[in-house]
């Protein structure tokens, strides 16, 4: 899946986002995304089991140290 969105904000500097999602076997899915303002990266592993999934990701950023996310989720 894709995903793109322009953000306006009339007092600062408008920004732009993309993500995409591509799943490269059953449970495993690689995430990435880029935002214009501030600028940053982000790329990540999500693997889904049954409603659960766990996530893990990376994100830079233009002033701080690499970022690191883990995230557990459910669908019902």
Same mark, same amino acid.
């Given at each position: 899946s !894709?995903? *793109?969105s322009y953000s !306006?904000? &009339?007092k600062e500097?408008? +920004?732009y +986002?993309?993500?995409t999602s591509l799943a490269i076997a059953k449970p495993l899915i690689i995430q990435s995304s880029w935002q214009s303002? &501030?600028?940053r990266f982000g790329l990540g592993l999500k693997v889904l089991i049954g409603k659960v999934?766990?996530?893990y990701a990376v994100r830079t950023h233009t002033e701080l140290d690499? *970022?690191?996310i883990v995230d557990l989720g459910s669908a019902w």
């Open positions: !894709f995903a *793109t !306006f904000r &009339p500097k408008d +920004s +986002s993309l993500a303002e &501030p600028a999934n766990l996530m690499l *970022t690191h």
